[in-house]
């Protein structure tokens, strides 16, 4: 990556600040805990530069530089747009794809997909926003194919993420491709995140986890046969028959819309099953494995460690809400 790679972020008038505040916390900060390694230089940009452009939560912020420094950068954020579904300023279009013609990648963070589809740029090409927004963006513009299950789409020169904490995930996405693992883990441990997210939004989509109607497809019906059954022996070949597939076609689908494998996500639904049994401060160790579908404790504790970052013992200790059985 070049010395000098200038990452630009779009403000306007009406946005949330938590999706600009992870460009700027990522990109903006200097980094001494990295040496020397040249890092990024950040520019927040506005339509209208030099006036007060109002946040939700009742504050403003004003920016000094405007779409022009925009469409010179090398890296382009656009972290939500005023109004998803709205038509975009054609300035912003036009600073956009000025942008990319001088070779720069351009990036979106929640309802910022919009914003680049106006552009035409994601005709015929994969993207991702909030699933909430998933079903607008693929009305508005046909010629996309968006995925409201995953947590970013890279497609090389345009990127984009689903809803707002998953813009962390894209932008230590971008520090790894152009710093490589070890420094993206770096700027993980200071954001005190972990360096990647297994799985998409799809475990976060509303529907996911409740009952499934008529339209569902086989890998939701599956996925919420598993919740319903986590305690019991569970394998990919009686997934796949909950789900009406061949287990070959289940695997494929299964990865391709949550992003890991059924038993991946089977051992993050049982330790995410077990933290509330935990908190309670009810039962053993021993006894909340078994609750939730563990064959043995030590494979409980493995995976709890490997995915929570502490020991169950520990999570309890600082979560619990009673006092816990020894």
Same mark, same amino acid.
């Given at each position: 990556?070049?010395?000098?790679?200038?990452?630009?972020?779009?403000?306007?008038?009406?946005?949330?600040?938590?999706?600009?505040?992870?460009?700027?916390?990522? /990109?903006?900060?200097?980094?001494?805990?990295?040496?020397?390694?040249?890092?990024?230089?950040?520019?927040?940009?506005?339509?209208?530069?030099?006036?007060?452009?109002?946040?939700?939560?009742?504050?403003?912020?004003?920016?000094?530089?405007?779409?022009?420094?925009?469409?010179?950068?090398?890296?382009?954020?656009?972290?939500?747009?005023?109004?998803?579904?709205?038509?975009?300023?054609?300035?912003?279009?036009?600073?956009?794809?000025?942008?990319?013609?001088?070779?720069?990648?351009?990036?979106?963070?929640?309802?910022?997909?919009?914003?680049?589809?106006?552009?035409?740029?994601?005709?015929?090409?994969?993207?991702?926003?909030?699933?909430?927004?998933?079903?607008?963006?693929?009305?508005?513009?046909?010629?996309?194919?968006?995925?409201?299950?995953?947590?970013?789409?890279?497609?090389?020169?345009?990127?984009?993420?689903?809803?707002?904490?998953?813009?962390?995930?894209?932008?230590?996405?971008?520090?790894?491709?152009?710093?490589?693992?070890?420094?993206?883990?770096?700027?993980?441990?200071?954001?005190?995140?972990?360096?990647?997210?297994?799985?998409?939004?799809?475990? /976060?989509?509303?529907?996911?986890?409740?009952?499934?109607?008529?339209?569902?497809?086989?890998?939701?019906?599956?996925?919420?046969?598993?919740?319903?059954?986590?305690? @019991?022996?569970?394998?990919?070949?009686?997934?796949?028959?909950?789900?009406?597939?061949?287990?070959?076609?289940?695997?494929?689908?299964?990865?391709?819309?949550?992003?890991?494998?059924?038993?991946?996500?089977?051992?993050?639904?049982?330790?995410?099953?077990?933290?509330?049994?935990?908190?309670?401060?009810?039962? @053993?160790?021993?006894?909340?494995?078994?609750?939730?579908?563990?064959?043995?404790?030590?494979?409980?504790?493995?995976? /709890?460690?490997?995915?929570?970052?502490?020991?169950?013992?520990?999570?309890?200790?600082?979560?619990?809400?009673?006092?816990?059985?020894?």
């Amino acid at each position: 990556m070049a010395e000098n790679h200038v990452v630009a972020v779009l403000a306007f008038d009406g946005m949330a600040p938590f999706e600009l505040g992870v460009v700027v916390e990522v /990109f903006g900060l200097s980094r001494p805990e990295l040496g020397d390694l040249p890092w990024y230089e950040l520019r927040v940009c506005a339509e209208e530069p030099d006036r007060d452009l109002r946040a939700v939560g009742g504050f403003t912020v004003r920016v000094e530089h405007g779409l022009d420094a925009l469409a010179g950068a090398d890296t382009v954020i656009v972290p939500g747009v005023a109004e998803a579904g709205a038509e975009v300023s054609p300035a912003l279009v036009e600073a956009l794809l000025r942008a990319h013609a001088r070779g720069a990648r351009l990036v979106s963070i929640c309802s910022g997909a919009f914003a680049l589809a106006a552009t035409g740029l994601l005709e015929g090409r994969r993207a991702t926003t909030h699933w909430r927004y998933a079903r607008t963006l693929a009305e508005r513009h046909p010629g996309i194919e968006v995925d409201p299950d995953v947590l970013y789409v890279d497609n090389g020169d345009v990127l984009s993420s689903a809803g707002s904490a998953a813009g962390i995930d894209l932008c230590l996405y971008l520090v790894r491709a152009d710093h490589g693992a070890a420094v993206a883990n770096a700027v993980a441990r200071r954001f005190v995140v972990p360096p990647h997210r297994e799985g998409g939004q799809a475990q /976060f989509i509303e529907a996911a986890v409740g009952d499934v109607g008529p339209e569902a497809d086989g890998v939701a019906q599956s996925m919420n046969w598993a919740l319903r059954h986590l305690r @019991t022996p569970l394998s990919v070949s009686a997934l796949a028959r909950a789900a009406g597939m061949s287990e070959r076609s289940y695997l494929r689908h299964f990865a391709r819309r949550n992003g890991v494998s059924p038993m991946r996500w089977v051992i993050a639904q049982r330790v995410a099953a077990s933290l509330p049994l935990l908190e309670s401060g009810e039962g @053993t160790v021993d006894e909340v494995s078994a609750a939730v579908g563990f064959d043995s404790t030590a494979t409980y504790r493995h995976h /709890f460690t490997r995915q929570m970052r502490t020991t169950p013992t520990a999570y309890r200790k600082t979560f619990t809400r009673a006092p816990a059985r020894p």
